[in-house]
């Protein structure tokens, strides 16, 4: 069988970009604070992502709608709209991570599929099996902290499908729970759906050196005419005794192809790719290796030989947690 691939569109050109390059699933979210990519010039309007559904459709590709941020108290209505309006787009599923919200929508719109978003944080079969029995979620993107094996010893007892991410940026911190962002900015992607937003960046020339700052906090020093990498935290340069370095996390991307077999053997039902905020042309581009790689697995194939480096963080790519390979 064929794993599903699940692919971003923060774009509607991104959208038709990932349909035409093969995705079984496409996910995206509304021009505002109930997805947790909310940054200018990304997500749709509400006729843009009708009109997004129905262009994936008529190909056979489904859509899902990502509604994964936190409703803040007393406004619940928005959060409340932006499901009812993408139940009534026709979305195949909707991404919820909050509690309140899924309940909403597992009241108010009983027949709508529900997945129950990586920003949930649900990381273990007692958590995933209490969302599917309170709520009929019907799959999990688990966090990029777990396994392989973890992977599969959590399939092995629940009754719901797992989702996992393989390719693009890659996150330390289980998420949901991160926090940095939000102190060094005063954004956060849980409630406000930025991480490490532009607008909280700045670089400047200093002694010879590039350096990128977030929120005033200094992030990186690169020398005057290498690449200066963007300045996220958990991804930044620190001194924590004797060592200086990138403490918490290296500056490069996801990519798990070469575990997409033993994924399929952990009992994995979708595979996820992230990059809402990516081009067009960097979406198709990865789709149609994703596309491959997918089908040769099925197949019992050997993989594709991997074309992706030049698309990942700083031309470098580490397979996560998946091997627990990273410190």
Same mark, same amino acid.
């Given at each position: +069988?064929?794993?599903?691939?699940?692919?971003?569109?923060?774009?509607?050109?991104?959208?038709?970009?990932?349909?035409?390059?093969?995705?079984?699933?496409?996910?995206?979210?509304?021009?505002?604070?109930?997805?947790?990519?909310?940054?200018?010039?990304?997500?749709? =309007?509400?006729?843009?992502?009708?009109?997004?559904?129905?262009?994936?459709?008529?190909?056979?590709?489904?859509?899902?709608?990502?509604?994964?941020?936190?409703?803040?108290?007393?406004?619940?209505?928005?959060?409340?709209?932006?499901?009812?309006?993408?139940?009534?787009?026709?979305?195949?599923?909707?991404?919820?991570?909050?509690?309140?919200?899924?309940?909403?929508?597992?009241?108010?719109?009983?027949?709508?599929?529900?997945?129950?978003?990586?920003?949930?944080?649900?990381?273990?079969?007692?958590?995933?099996?209490?969302?599917?029995?309170?709520?009929?979620?019907?799959?999990?993107?688990?966090?990029?902290?777990?396994?392989?094996?973890?992977?599969?010893?959590?399939?092995?007892?629940?009754?719901?499908?797992?989702?996992?991410?393989?390719?693009?940026?890659?996150?330390?911190?289980?998420?949901?729970?991160?926090?940095? =962002?939000?102190?060094?900015?005063?954004?956060?992607?849980? +409630?406000?759906?930025?991480?490490?937003?532009?607008?909280?960046?700045?670089?400047?020339?200093?002694?010879?050196?590039?350096?990128?700052?977030?929120?005033?906090?200094?992030?990186?020093?690169?020398?005057?005419?290498?690449?200066?990498?963007?300045?996220?935290?958990?991804?930044?340069?620190?001194?924590?005794?004797?060592?200086?370095?990138?403490?918490?996390?290296?500056?490069?991307?996801?990519?798990?192809?070469?575990?997409?077999?033993?994924?399929?053997?952990?009992?994995?039902?979708?595979?996820?790719?992230?990059?809402?905020?990516? =081009?067009?042309?960097?979406?198709?581009?990865?789709?149609?290796?994703?596309?491959?790689?997918?089908?040769?697995?099925?197949?019992?194939?050997?993989?594709?030989?991997?074309?992706?480096?030049?698309?990942?963080?700083?031309?470098?790519?580490?397979?996560?947690?998946?091997?627990?390979?990273?410190?």
């Amino acid at each position: +069988m064929v794993m599903e691939l699940v692919c971003p569109a923060g774009t509607p050109a991104a959208l038709r970009a990932a349909v035409e390059a093969g995705a079984h699933a496409v996910y995206c979210g509304f021009a505002d604070e109930t997805n947790a990519r909310n940054f200018p010039g990304l997500n749709f =309007s509400r006729e843009e992502m009708a009109e997004g559904i129905a262009h994936a459709h008529v190909r056979g590709v489904k859509v899902l709608v990502a509604i994964n941020t936190f409703p803040r108290a007393g406004d619940e209505a928005i959060w409340h709209r932006a499901v009812a309006d993408a139940s009534h787009a026709g979305a195949d599923a909707l991404i919820l991570a909050d509690p309140g919200l899924l309940a909403h929508a597992a009241d108010r719109h009983p027949g709508q599929r529900l997945h129950l978003s990586v920003q949930a944080a649900a990381a273990n079969p007692d958590a995933i099996n209490l969302y599917a029995e309170a709520f009929g979620v019907r799959r999990v993107v688990l966090p990029r902290v777990l396994t392989v094996e973890e992977i599969a010893a959590i399939n092995r007892e629940i009754d719901v499908e797992t989702e996992v991410f393989v390719f693009g940026g890659l996150c330390v911190m289980a998420e949901g729970r991160c926090s940095l =962002s939000s102190y060094a900015t005063g954004q956060s992607p849980n +409630m406000n759906g930025v991480c490490s937003p532009a607008s909280h960046v700045a670089y400047s020339g200093e002694a010879g050196e590039t350096v990128a700052r977030l929120g005033g906090f200094t992030i990186h020093r690169t020398p005057k005419g290498q690449p200066a990498p963007y300045p996220t935290l958990c991804k930044g340069c620190f001194t924590s005794g004797e060592q200086t370095g990138h403490i918490f996390e290296d500056p490069v991307s996801l990519d798990a192809t070469r575990v997409i077999p033993a994924l399929a053997r952990a009992g994995v039902s979708a595979l996820k790719i992230e990059g809402r905020q990516r =081009s067009r042309a960097y979406v198709a581009e990865v789709v149609r290796n994703f596309r491959a790689a997918v089908e040769a697995v099925a197949a019992g194939r050997p993989l594709p030989e991997a074309a992706l480096l030049g698309l990942t963080e700083g031309q470098a790519a580490t397979t996560g947690a998946y091997a627990k390979t990273w410190r």
